[in-house]
């Protein structure tokens, strides 16, 4: 390139907002730290207390694993009955939602209900459920299948929205009824997908629904909060090992859902 | 052309107000033969195929099939006109993660409830028909493959047979061959003209590829701008009127 060009060419503007907004960030995050005093030194006092703690835990202590493996199976009741009624609820509430095959007055509120049911974390919809309905896994079921409906139905009303609309026509062209351009030119092009937001909710579920005991809906949760109360350290580390074994043991079922629907056409999802 | 078996009368199609796609279109189609729409991209061929079977909706006109006008239906009496027509498309739109059986079957979707639909429950004589169709478009054995493992060709051989499976009383083709090598788009248009033929029904094709229109046509059909230019057969269609249909001269010249 000559030297004495009149005017040196520029292949990338320099974009000037980005930089000011990554500065931005940096002082902001410096102004947090300084305001909640999270400094090395704090952490390293903590520490000090968190070996303690640790140290307390050990060995774990099997001794009253019967109320252990109530509050497991109840766990995994409310994990269950919430994704099986958060899935059949929230697959017509997907479909309804998605903006490619619906009227908007159909989508609109079909999308309201879903932002509203993705607006809280699980626990404070347990808390909201615990005072209307009581203690127990009633309110557990209720709050996650609240969650699941609102998790699923958006990915897949998402989903829909994403589908190629070819294959649609060309089922609506045989002058199929609407349920059966659903079933033969909507469904197959989601299925896989579905299939892997089924299973990561029933583990998401898993998760939480060890947590909603804390606050009264049932649960391992319940038992954990109490047994951290009362320093009972060596029980809970039994509980936490056991919730951990049941995540994993979670975690293989679905891989093996996933598996048994997926494999037929070795889908080449994401 | 005594026995109309399809009529269009007056149509026009605007997506946007003001700016017609057809403009006042009347063309009769006997009760059998094959007939090729050419013209360039863009001139309103796939609008009027899709105008027919009300894919789209049009502006303004009538359709007579079939002792009824195909513009004023809907709900159930339509999706009844739709299962009569079979389609055949550019891009086969294929269901590509159903089977080969299950592409062929949606053909009978029109005739299914949902409810036997949904638990794949069809009439053994429609699926008895599925398999010997399969015979015929060259693709026996392939019966429970994956639509997205077939090759274009193989594509819209499923496409067309799903086309037969509706035992349509017309059959319009979209461009069936333009996303194909040449050996395979005649192929492609064999079937279909035989088809017609067997089942002595109407054919209307959208093509672009002249020659092949001039080989597989008893009459030809050429739009520019929205409106018919040339309506005649294949022997009439002269380097003039291609000249009004695509435009220019240039390309004419071998």
Request: with cysteine.
């Amino acid at each position: 390139m000559n030297a004495n060009a009149a005017a040196v060419r520029v292949a990338f503007p320099s974009n000037w907002w980005a930089r000011a907004g990554w500065l931005l960030l940096v002082v902001y995050i410096v102004y947090a730290c300084s305001l909640l005093d999270f400094t090395w030194a704090r952490f390293m006092i903590g520490l000090d207390n968190g070996a303690r703690f640790i140290g307390r835990m050990f060995p774990p202590n099997f001794a009253r694993w019967e109320t252990l493996l109530k509050g497991l199976t109840e766990s995994i009741e409310i994990a269950v009955l919430a994704s099986t009624l958060g899935i059949l609820v929230s697959l017509p509430i997907g479909l309804l939602a998605a903006r490619n095959l619906m009227p908007v007055w159909v989508t609109w509120p079909c999308r309201l209900l879903i932002a509203l049911c993705r607006s809280f974390h699980p626990v404070i919809v347990a808390i909201v459920f615990v005072k209307a309905l009581g203690f127990g896994a009633l309110s557990g079921i209720a709050a996650l299948t609240v969650a699941s409906i609102g998790f699923i139905g958006k990915l897949f009303a998402e989903a829909i929205e994403e589908i190629s609309l070819k294959q649609v026509e060309a089922v609506r062209a045989t002058g199929a009824p609407f349920m059966n351009v659903i079933t033969y030119g909507v469904l197959p092009q989601v299925f896989g997908r579905f299939i892997g937001f089924a299973t990561y909710q029933l583990d998401s579920n898993l998760r939480n629904s060890t947590m909603v005991g804390i606050v009264g809906a049932g649960g391992i949760g319940g038992a954990l909060f109490a047994a951290f109360q009362r320093f009972d350290y060596d029980f809970v580390c039994a509980m936490l090992l056991s919730i951990i074994f049941l995540i994993f043991a979670g975690e293989l079922l679905a891989t093996r859902v996933r598996a048994v629907f997926l494999e037929r056409g070795k889908v080449d999802e994401e | 052309m005594t026995d109309v078996a399809l009529s269009i009368k007056g149509l026009s199609k605007e997506y946007t107000r003001g700016k017609p796609v057809l403009r006042d279109i009347s063309l009769d189609f006997g009760a059998r033969g094959f007939t090729a729409v050419i013209g360039p991209s863009g001139t309103g061929k796939s609008t009027l195929i899709r105008c027919i079977n009300r894919l789209v909706e049009p502006t303004a006109g009538a359709i007579l099939f079939q002792g009824q006008d195909l513009v004023k239906l809907s709900g159930r009496a339509l999706r009844e006109a739709r299962s009569g027509i079979g389609m055949v498309f550019q891009e086969y739109n294929l269901v590509e993660r159903l089977t080969v059986m299950e592409n062929l079957l949606t053909g009978r979707l029109g005739y299914v409830s949902p409810l036997k639909a949904w638990f794949r429950k069809f009439p053994q004589s429609d699926i008895d028909e599925a398999f010997d169709l399969l015979n015929v478009v060259g693709l026996a054995g392939f019966a429970n493959q994956r639509a997205d493992s077939l090759s274009g060709g193989q594509r819209q051989r499923v496409g067309i047979a799903r086309a037969v499976m509706q035992h349509p009383k017309l059959v319009l083709a979209d461009e069936p061959t333009s996303s194909l090598d040449p050996k395979t788009s005649v192929e492609i248009m064999t079937l279909i003209h035989d088809l017609g033929t067997a089942k002595n029904i109407p054919i209307i094709v959208n093509m672009h590829d002249v020659e092949l229109a001039k080989r597989f046509a008893d009459r030809i059909v050429g739009m520019s701008g929205g409106v018919v230019v040339y309506d005649g057969a294949p022997a009439g269609l002269t380097d003039v009127h291609l000249k009004t249909i695509y435009g220019g001269e240039d390309w004419l010249r071998a």
